[in-house]
Nanobody, 118 residues
């Protein structure tokens, strides 16, 4: 059974940093690209960052380039999102996603809330 468990969210002041983690199980982690999405209240879910299987390819939303870094540790079955210089507009529920080219074989975590406020 695929499980993705996010952690590391919380309340932070503007300009602060957080590191999100997503612990994966139930599938061969190193065979799948992984991504982070976020969904703010009243908005659609959007892709924040994606990392390929061996970290050779990383993609970021324009809104987070230069501030966020996605990484993965295949030995620990974990993907991370380091978020620096946080802004109030980064406030959202952040979700980890297992990517798959096969329809119906992707998977989502339950999400972790990030709130940026003074």
């Amino acid at each position: 059974q695929v499980q993705l468990v996010e952690s590391g969210g919380g309340l932070v002041q503007p300009g602060g940093s957080l590191r999100l983690s997503c612990a994966a199980s139930g599938f061969i982690f190193s065979n799948h690209a992984m991504s982070w999405y976020r969904q703010a209240a009243g908005k659609e879910r959007e892709l924040v960052a994606l990392v390929s299987t061996a970290s050779g390819i990383r993609r970021y939303a324009d809104s987070v380039k230069g501030r966020f870094t996605i990484s993965r540790d295949n030995a620990k079955n974990t993907v991370y999102l380091q978020m620096n210089s946080l802004k109030p507009e980064d406030t959202a529920m952040y979700y980890c996603k297992k990517e798959s080219s096969r329809p119906g074989f992707d998977a989502w975590g339950q999400g972790t809330q990030v709130t940026v406020s003074s």
